[in-house]
């Protein structure tokens, strides 16, 4: 029986409905298509009563927290902004394995979740947790591929009761949904982006001025894959972003000697993120897109290399 998106909303209003009940509930929104329609159905279920979080964590995609606050605005769906850089990076200081990485972030969310949810009397956390996200987080029989940040990365007790609508659905029906919500395209076609940000997307520890790096890096690969594929050029790929590697090289910075780290570049096709193929970028994007984050970030980065890997073996996202 296909999926049917018109359906599915009328079970999921009624469902966060009788969940929630006469409570109140803090939604977290992160700017992706999951968290988004998470939002956009809460304000349909229980309208005032669900109150949209942005946590800044330092560790976003350049200029999200404008991007967030006016797209979901569009929606209807108004949003708390919470700069919370600080904590962020002060609980990724020293940690290298992923894993922790992860949890490490996972814990941070609800701690600052947890203290708005005082202020305000809320005693739900909604989230935009999809299929994938608790698949790949393992349970039971199923080995752990990561823990999602929402999924494995909780924190054993919470003071505030989960409820995850989009739990059993992927990311091609999340879209589907957000169509039918009205979402506007900026959100409801927009590529994914993963729950912890950028410190997935820097391999080892988490620096502010690594994460400045990457958010730059990731920013110019858009730019140009987005251009290209306006001009014409090429297909727009499901997820395309950058990766900032922990391995410096020698290179040549005008008439001296640098030394800098390495930027992979990654663009997958695919449908539901379960499974990818690498994207066959033309070599022309390539040049620019090299040529942009060598001469961008020159006192940073002196090499870009591009990442041909499907899933399986590998993953989407680097960690």
Same mark, same amino acid.
């Not at 209807?76 to 919370?84: K, L, N, Q, S, T």
């Not at 992927?170 to 589907?176: C, T």
């Not at 391995?247 to 449908?271: N, Q």
């Given at each position: 029986?296909?999926?049917?998106?018109?359906?599915?909303?009328?079970?999921?209003?009624?469902?966060?409905?009788?969940?929630?009940? #006469?409570? @109140? /509930? %803090?939604?977290?929104?992160?700017?992706? *298509?999951?968290? !988004?329609? +998470?939002?956009?159905?809460?304000? &349909?279920?229980?309208?005032?009563?669900?109150?949209?979080?942005?946590?800044?964590?330092?560790?976003?995609?350049?200029?999200?927290?404008?991007?967030?606050?006016?797209?979901?605005?569009?929606?209807?769906?108004?949003?708390?902004?919470?700069?919370?850089?600080?904590?962020?990076?002060?609980?990724?200081?020293?940690?290298?394995?992923?894993?922790? #990485?992860? @949890? /490490? %972030?996972?814990?941070?969310?609800?701690? *600052?979740?947890? !203290?708005? +949810?005082?202020?305000?009397?809320? &005693?739900?956390?909604?989230?935009?947790?999809?299929?994938?996200?608790?698949?790949?987080?393992?349970?039971?029989?199923?080995?752990?591929?990561?823990?999602?940040?929402?999924?494995?990365?909780?924190?054993?007790?919470?003071?505030?009761?989960?409820?995850?609508?989009?739990?059993?659905?992927?990311?091609?029906?999340?879209?589907?949904?957000?169509?039918?919500?009205?979402?506007?395209?900026?959100?409801?076609?927009?590529?994914?982006?993963?729950?912890?940000?950028?410190?997935?997307?820097?391999?080892?520890?988490?620096?502010?001025?690594?994460?400045?790096?990457?958010?730059?890096?990731?920013?110019?690969?858009?730019?140009?894959?987005?251009?290209?594929?306006?001009?014409?050029?090429?297909?727009?790929?499901?997820?395309?972003?950058?990766?900032?590697?922990?391995?410096?090289?020698?290179?040549?910075?005008?008439?001296?000697?640098?030394?800098?780290?390495?930027?992979?570049?990654?663009?997958?096709?695919?449908?539901?993120?379960?499974?990818?193929?690498?994207?066959?970028?033309?070599?022309?994007?390539?040049?620019?897109?090299?040529?942009?984050?060598?001469?961008?970030?020159?006192?940073?980065?002196?090499?870009?290399?591009?990442?041909?890997?499907?899933?399986?073996?590998?993953?989407?996202?680097?960690?």
């Amino acid at each position: 029986m296909p999926f049917d998106p018109n359906r599915f909303v009328a079970e999921a209003t009624d469902f966060i409905s009788s969940t929630v009940g #006469k409570g @109140k /509930a %803090i939604v977290g929104v992160s700017g992706g *298509v999951d968290s !988004s329609v +998470a939002a956009a159905l809460c304000a &349909k279920a229980i309208g005032k009563r669900a109150h949209a979080v942005f946590v800044d964590t330092g560790l976003m995609r350049k200029g999200e927290a404008q991007f967030v606050s006016l797209a979901l605005k569009k929606a209807g769906v108004g949003v708390e902004v919470v700069d919370a850089r600080k904590r962020f990076f002060s609980a990724l200081r020293g940690l290298h394995e992923p894993e922790r #990485k992860r @949890k /490490a %972030i996972g814990k941070e969310f609800i701690s *600052v979740f947890e !203290s708005i +949810a005082k202020k305000r009397g809320c &005693k739900f956390l909604v989230q935009g947790t999809i299929a994938p996200d608790w698949i790949e987080s393992g349970s039971g029989l199923r080995d752990t591929i990561k823990s999602h940040h929402n999924v494995g990365g909780l924190p054993k007790k919470m003071g505030m009761r989960l409820c995850e609508p989009l739990r059993e659905l992927y990311k091609d029906e999340v879209r589907q949904v957000a169509r039918v919500l009205g979402l506007p395209k900026e959100l409801s076609e927009r590529q994914p982006f993963p729950g912890p940000g950028l410190a997935v997307r820097i391999m080892g520890e988490v620096t502010e001025e690594k994460a400045e790096v990457v958010r730059e890096a990731c920013a110019i690969v858009e730019e140009e894959i987005c251009a290209s594929w306006r001009q014409g050029k090429m297909g727009l790929p499901w997820q395309y972003f950058a990766v900032l590697l922990p391995i410096k090289s020698v290179g040549v910075l005008g008439d001296r000697r640098a030394y800098g780290w390495t930027v992979a570049v990654r663009a997958v096709e695919s449908v539901d993120g379960m499974t990818a193929k690498a994207s066959r970028i033309p070599p022309e994007v390539l040049e620019r897109i090299s040529e942009r984050i060598t001469r961008e970030l020159k006192e940073h980065v002196n090499r870009v290399v591009y990442d041909m890997t499907s899933k399986p073996p590998g993953t989407i996202e680097w960690e």
